[in-house]
């Protein structure tokens, strides 16, 4: 598999990550006759939403930086000269 092939299937997967975590996040914690969770219980509940919230953030940061390193590469590649030429602009 062509490496720009996987990198677009690891953005995709990261896309789909992110919802999965809003969904976490967006779930209640008390739901129902579960009013008399202990302070312990609401504490660990409240910390997984965060954790879900920042991980979301930090995927999602992630994948729109490799999306545009990768939109950036694919532009390069289709662009007008030759290797040594497109290398230069690389390294340049």
């Known amino acids: 598999m062509e490496l720009n092939e996987t990198k677009r299937k690891i953005i995709s997967a990261g896309r789909k990550a992110v919802m999965h975590l809003i969904e976490v996040a967006e779930e209640r914690i008390i739901s129902g006759g579960e009013e008399d969770l202990s302070a312990d219980k609401l504490k660990n509940a409240a ?41 230069a602009k690389r390294h340049g």
């Open 47 to 87: 910390a997984t939403k965060k954790l879900a919230i920042f991980d979301a953030f930090e995927i999602l940061d992630r994948v729109e930086a490799e999306e545009e390193l990768l939109n950036k590469t694919d532009k390069d590649e289709t662009g007008k000269g030759g290797f040594a030429e497109r290398r």
